[in-house]
């Protein structure tokens, strides 16, 4: 079965610092979701990548997924307080968009002031 | 994309009864999945619940334990029956919009003593 791994597993960094985070996937990706969950919240949509090569952005966050098809990062440049919670990267089991994910193990972020 | 609801955010059980979570959704949607999280764990399938017919459960979730219902399109209920305190988890519920995102709700925390 697909197993998406994400490293790091928690990352603390100073406000204003760039920081990545990588999911990498057992399997080819056919759809890759980056969400964002606060303690306790439900997950909050930040991006979805389909192709291979492809980059979206969103305000200060970009995501990529590579050429391969079975990696994903996560940049955010200059980190805010704001951007603290924690980062799942979830990936459709099969093409089509079912809507069946399996989800990485997370990665907590901490952004200090 | 669409608003979900979920009732009740959280809840305290005791061991052996059971708790029905409500989902709600702003617009139609065909399919609605059902997800777990553990504590400390990232995001489980359970099932995917179509309208006009029995959900479809994922490997070691089953019907006795997590009926669902979907009697229209907008709604559906997920059940955690005989409850025990390996149930406690957040529990969401999530609807593939337009642009094929997946959006989840706020959750259900679920704490059985």
């Known amino acids: 079965s697909q197993e998406l791994e994400q490293s790091p597993q928690s990352l603390i960094v100073q406000e204003g610092k760039n920081l990545t985070i990588n999911c990498t996937s057992s399997?080819?990706?056919?759809?890759l979701y980056w969400y964002k969950q606060k303690y306790g919240e439900g997950l909050i949509f930040l991006m979805m990548?389909?192709?291979?090569?492809e980059e979206k952005s969103h305000e200060k966050i970009t995501a990529k997924l590579d050429e391969k098809k079975q990696q994903s990062s996560l940049h955010i440049t200059a980190s805010q307080p704001s951007h603290a919670g924690i980062y799942l990267c979830?990936?459709?089991?099969?093409?089509?968009?079912?809507?069946?994910?399996?989800f990485g193990q997370g990665t907590t972020l901490q952004v200090k002031p | 994309s669409a608003v979900i609801s979920q009732k009740p955010s959280r809840d305290i059980c005791q061991r052996g009864t059971s708790l029905t979570i409500q989902c709600q959704v702003d617009?139609?949607?065909?399919?609605m999945f059902w997800y777990r999280q553990q504590p400390g764990q990232s995001l489980t399938l359970i099932a995917t619940?179509?309208?006009?017919?029995?959900?479809?459960?994922e490997s070691g979730f089953v019907i006795d334990k997590f009926p669902i219902s979907r009697p229209n399109l907008t709604f559906s209920t997920l059940t955690v029956s005989n409850m025990s305190p390996e149930d406690s988890s957040i529990y969401l519920c999530?609807?593939?919009?337009?642009?094929?995102?997946?959006?989840f709700g706020a959750g259900s925390r679920l704490t059985v003593l």
């Open positions: 999530s609807v593939m919009t337009g642009a094929n995102v997946l959006t």
């Open positions: 399997k080819t990706l056919y759809g």
């Open positions: 990548l389909q192709k291979g090569g």
């Open positions: 979830g990936a459709d089991r099969l093409s089509g968009n079912t809507g069946k994910l399996i």
């Open positions: 617009s139609q949607v065909t399919m």
């Open positions: 619940a179509n309208q006009g017919s029995e959900a479809t459960y």
